[in-house]
């Protein structure tokens, strides 16, 4: 059966400042977090680092060209914070303003709607040296350079996002710093997390300040939990790293309170003095849609007695006690991620359950693949376009079940530095030959054209 999406669907792809943009030292760029992080050794695969990345500082103009040949309708971009204010306060660069300024234009001019992400990940390390996201301060910094960037591109720009999977920012980054800044301390991750959810009330009063008629979003990845049996203690296991994970985020930016039992969960690592009055009324703003990242699904048992250990080189970004995660057989990706499309749909059709009314997205979506460049110059990746067809399908069977999913965009444009991972995993439908350069659009972008141009799955 074919299946047609509805008229207005937005297709798009995807990408990240500091996965892409290299030119970290150019035209008054100040430092990030990435840059420390990926430059301290052992903390990437390989000890690469974004110094260079997809150079698209200097290539954007021939990736918009990728982007209006694949046919997309929106692109989600995002903008390195330290290019456009070196150190996240006080003077802006001119130069980096500039950078995004004919950005959004090319796009435009391509017929392209720039959706643009605030903060995805590259926090300026200035910032990071008076505490980063343990700061409340850093909240309120992130508020005023969302206020800039609004007054200069917003005459352009119409859907803003504030932050791009805080999950990771504040877990990966500290609590098993697998991430910059590469923090091992559950109650620093907490105490980000508010000051995120802080920050993304405050970016959109900022936003809406300076624009009135301008859209704002978030981006979760939320993640899809599934208990290992349906025993009362596996669902609670599941229930528990579903607020640490997932309500601990949606519930005061959708319904401006945490989840009451979430206090209990994390009570052995914080007592979450951070959370001020009036906080949770700021951080309760009206949005215009809520983007989701989605790649896998996790299945999660009850381990009574599994205490969270920060101490381990990489413990579980998961500060949650008494559970574990059982690996199921499956397929899997290059990433090691479960191929499971069906979670996505799960995952559509729950949210919009319990927060009717608000339009969806999905903001990511693609797999990582060990791509080659074929005899023929052709890079072969059938099992991409199978992951995108199945997940595309699923998103599909969501709308029909009533989730108000009005976007899909696959991650990747072009292969990137996958974080930690470094340039070894590649997730785009173009292959980016590092040493050259050159970009190699792979049977999946032609597969992805198709899928735009007819509006859905042949
Ligand atoms: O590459 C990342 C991206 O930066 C955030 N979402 C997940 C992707 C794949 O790991």
Redesign the pocket.
């Known amino acids: 059966m074919p299946a047609t999406f509805p008229k207005d669907f937005l297709w798009g792809s995807a990408t990240?400042s500091y996965?892409i943009e290299g030119a970290v030292d150019e035209d008054g760029r100040g430092p990030s977090i990435w840059d420390v992080f990926s430059h301290t050794p052992g903390k990437v695969a390989r000890g690469e680092t974004g110094d260079v990345a997809c150079d698209h500082y200097h290539r954007w103009r021939e990736d918009v060209a990728l982007l209006a040949d694949l046919g997309v309708g929106a692109y989600r971009l995002s903008i390195a914070w330290p290019r456009v204010q070196p150190t996240g306060a006080g003077a802006f660069n001119q130069a980096g303003l500039d950078f995004y300024d004919h950005l959004v234009d090319a796009l435009l001019a391509a017929g392209i709607a720039p959706v643009v992400t605030l903060y995805?990940?590259d926090l300026p390390q200035a910032l990071q040296e008076k505490g980063g996201w343990v700061e409340r301060d850093t909240a309120h910094r992130f508020a005023a350079y969302a206020e800039r960037m609004a007054t200069t591109l917003g005459d352009r720009v119409r859907l803003w996002t504030t932050f791009?999977?805080p999950w990771?920012v504040a877990y990966l980054g500290h609590a098993s710093g697998e991430h910059a800044p590469g923090a091992h301390n559950p109650a620093a991750a907490l105490t980000s997390v508010h000051h995120l959810n802080l920050a993304h009330g405050l970016g959109v009063q900022a936003i809406k300040a300076a624009r009135s008629g301008a859209q704002t979003s978030i981006v979760w990845?939320l993640q899809a939990l599934k208990p290992a049996t349906d025993d009362a203690e596996d669902l609670e296991a599941c229930a528990k790293l579903s607020r640490v994970g997932n309500e601990i985020f949606t519930d005061p930016v959708l319904g401006g309170s945490y989840p009451a039992a979430l206090f209990e969960d994390t009570a052995r690592f914080t007592t979450w003095d951070c959370i001020r009055e009036d906080d949770l009324a700021t951080i309760h703003q009206p949005i215009d849609a809520v983007g989701i990242?989605y790649?896998t699904t996790a299945t999660v048992a009850a381990a009574p007695g599994v205490l969270y250990d920060s101490q381990t080189a990489h413990p579980s970004p998961w500060i949650a006690d008494d559970v574990r995660f059982i690996d199921p057989p499956g397929p899997r990706t290059d990433?090691g991620w479960l191929i499971d499309p069906s979670g996505l749909t799960t995952l559509l059709t729950d949210f919009h359950q319990r927060w009717p009314g608000i339009p969806l997205m999905v903001t990511?979506n693609g797999a990582?693949c060990a791509d080659t460049i074929a005899a023929d110059g052709g890079v072969h990746d059938p099992a991409r376009i199978d992951y995108l067809d199945a997940h595309i399908g699923a998103v599909h069977a969501a709308i029909e079940d009533g989730a108000p999913v009005c976007g899909y965009f696959a991650?990747?444009l072009m292969d990137?530095f996958?974080?930690a991972h470094g340039y070894g995993k590649r997730?785009g439908l173009t292959y980016v030959d590092y040493p050259t350069q050159r970009r190699i659009p792979k049977d999946s972008f032609a597969w992805y054209q198709g899928v735009i141009a007819r509006n859905g799955l042949a």
């Open positions: 990240a996965q995805h990940w791009n999977e990771c990845n990242n790649y990433m990511e990582a991650w990747s990137n996958e974080w997730f």
